[in-house]
């Protein structure tokens, strides 16, 4: 039986982003999420943040409210968002570090020295049926800690390896993607679902899809961005086309 290739959770913060350059309603955050879906999404993710720089509260009243497909809400762990996730009630949340002055989300959490903090919120989340991410670097120590605070997913950010490639650092590059295998491999043995995410675009998602245990990849800024040149659903069709190709490696 030939392995399914992972899921493809959409990103759509940087459609919110265009639109909140110009103040306004255009172009619409939901309509992309619907329109990403159409082409073969499987999730919708969307990250509210602190300063709302891009996605509002109401975007994501509307994507629980209109979207067919599975729910991720990417917020960090205060108590203002933990209210709004049992009020949205969306599928999955992912647990993310936030600083306000950061251009986008730079580290995993530091699950290490954070784990009493996270752990009511986690507690509260599975309590509520919806399925806790945590966002970490694929570090043993992270995933341990993953595994006792009881989060059924763990997301690994692959920002390091993917900068690392874009620059040419090749040893860094080899040396990252090394740390997500045995990330990868540690949940899965744990009985954690790995996830990938930040960074991604056609080459390396093809590379961690050929991974047999990677269940999700969530892809945002590089997606938005072909979508000016492609149309988003050809860049959803080409991202999931990659994604197979990847899997098929994995038989
Ligand atoms: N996963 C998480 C947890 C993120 O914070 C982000 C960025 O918002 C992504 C995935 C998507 O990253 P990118 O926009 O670089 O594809």
Redesign the pocket.
């Known amino acids: 039986m030939p392995l399914s290739p992972p899921r493809l959770g959409v ?1 759509i ?2 459609v919110a982003t265009v639109r909140n350059a110009r103040g306004g309603t255009l172009p619409d955050p939901v309509r992309a999420a619907l329109v990403a879906i159409e082409a073969g999404a499987d999730g919708i ?1 969307a ?1 509210l943040r602190e300063d709302r720089r891009h996605i509002r509260d109401a975007d994501m009243e509307r994507l629980k409210a209109e979207i067919s497909k599975p729910l991720n809400f ?1 917020m960090a762990a205060t108590d203002e968002m933990l209210a709004i996730a049992l009020r949205v009630k969306p599928h999955a949340v ?1 647990l ?1 570090p936030e600083k306000r002055e950061e251009r ?2 730079e580290g995993g959490l530091d699950v290490v020295s954070g784990e009493a903090h996270l752990k009511p919120y986690i507690a509260r989340l599975n309590d509520a049926g919806i399925r806790v991410s945590l ?1 970490i670097a694929a570090d043993p120590a992270a995933i341990d800690v993953a595994h006792r605070l009881k989060a059924p997913v763990v ?1 690994f ?1 692959s ?1 390091s390896w993917c900068d690392a490639i874009t620059d040419g650092h090749k040893q860094q590059a080899d040396a990252e993607y090394a740390r997500i295998v045995a990330g990868v491999a540690q949940a899965a043995a744990l009985g954690i679902e790995p996830h990938i ?4 675009d056609y080459a390396t998602a093809e590379i961690v899809s050929a991974l047999p245990q990677v269940a999700e990849l ?6 938005i961005g072909e979508a000016v040149f492609v149309g988003l659903p050809q860049a959803i069709r080409t991202m999931k086309a990659a994604m197979a190709a990847g899997r098929a490696r994995a038989q």
């Open positions: 990103n913060d940087h993710t990250h990417e992912c993310v986008t989300t966002f997301e950010h920002g995410g930040h960074g991604l969530n892809i945002g800024h590089f997606l």
